[in-house]
């Protein structure tokens, strides 16, 4: 079973946010920047009641291998 921000993950344009931390609530990126404990605790900041989904947009020279 996966999340909705997971869905929200895997089919949305996130690279204006290449080489960044998302936090991730709900379809919406909550919080960006280069500092994940940064990141995670502004999103906790915006939505206290929720749990920040958290993930590193990889830049557009990194390769997956299968």
Sequence with gaps: MTTKEFEFFLK????EY?????AIVGDKVAASGDNA?????EAKKK???LIPTLAKIPTADTFAVN
């Design 47 to 49: 939505f206290p009641d």
């Design 12 to 15: 949305a344009d996130l690279s």
């Design 18 to 22: 290449s080489g960044k931390y998302v």
């Design 37 to 41: 404990k940064e990141v995670l605790e």
